[in-house]
């Protein structure tokens, strides 16, 4: 049972390039998010996902894409890099629906981006 | 915006002290929580709190939440050096599925 696995853990991109962070659990879990750290303040979300098929946009969406054609996997891409991305990115997952119904969030142990 | 501000930004105290950090949020919730994140590392869950509740245990861990003023505390009795870390709260609101996050207080144990 490894939890919630990211990959990569460290990425540099050049302004303008596309990438896919990888993000798969292995706990079955309905529920998976995407987040932003960035320094001085707390997790953002950017997207997430209720089930397979289904996804919704959180709080700072533009510039990402997410899918969820399976319930292990919720890859997040960034479309064309801007130098605002560079962050820490988290990925974590839940039972069922997630925070809403009092449930706990595992999280993932991040990948830096730094966008140049 | 942020829905969680916590309250003090840093704390540094010594080992067998006691670690109150506050948490402030500005719409009615449904429950709060609250995470560690070691530097470098990803979050760690440590105890929720559901609206109808004031306070829990946790170990070490006391939280108490007070609805009428929007606010929780988390208290760490007996810090520990290993205690050392940022403690974040987050709300959810209604049946949202989403948690969102405070600023975090970064908390420091000298030996």
């Known amino acids: 049972n490894a939890g919630v696995t990211q990959t990569p853990k460290f990425q540099v991109l050049k302004t303008g390039q596309s990438m896919t962070l990888q993000c798969a659990q292995d706990?079955?879990?309905?529920?998976m998010s995407w987040y932003r750290q960035d320094p001085g303040m707390g997790l953002r979300l950017i997207h997430y996902?209720?089930?397979?098929?289904?996804?919704d946009q959180g709080e700072v969406p533009n510039g990402y894409n997410v899918s969820r054609s399976t319930t292990e996997d919720f890859p997040l891409r960034l479309l064309s890099a801007a130098p605002s991305q560079t962050s820490v990115y988290f990925c974590?997952?839940?039972?069922?629906?997630?925070?809403?119904?009092?449930?706990?969030?595992?999280f993932g142990e991040g990948s830096w981006l730094t966008v140049v | 915006s942020q829905q969680g501000e916590e309250d003090p930004q840093a704390l540094s105290i010594q080992e067998g002290e006691n670690a109150t950090m506050n948490c402030s949020y500005k719409?009615?919730?449904?429950?709060l929580q609250w995470y560690r994140q070691n530097s470098g590392r990803g979050l760690v869950h440590l105890i929720l709190?559901?609206?109808?509740?004031r306070e829990k245990h946790s170990g070490r861990l006391r939280v108490t939440l007070d609805t009428s003023k929007k606010s929780s505390s988390l208290l760490i009795t007996a810090s520990r050096a290993a205690d050392t870390a940022s403690y974040f709260c987050?709300?959810?609101?209604?049946?949202?599925?989403?948690?969102?996050f405070g600023t975090g207080t970064r908390l420091q144990v000298t030996l």
């Open positions: 706990m079955n879990h309905e529920y």
């Open positions: 987050a709300t959810v609101t209604g049946t949202a599925s989403k948690l969102t």
């Open positions: 709190i559901r609206s109808n509740e």
């Open positions: 719409t009615s919730i449904n429950n």
């Open positions: 996902s209720v089930g397979a098929g289904i996804t």
């Open positions: 974590a997952s839940s039972y069922s629906n997630g925070p809403g119904v009092g449930n706990t969030i595992y």
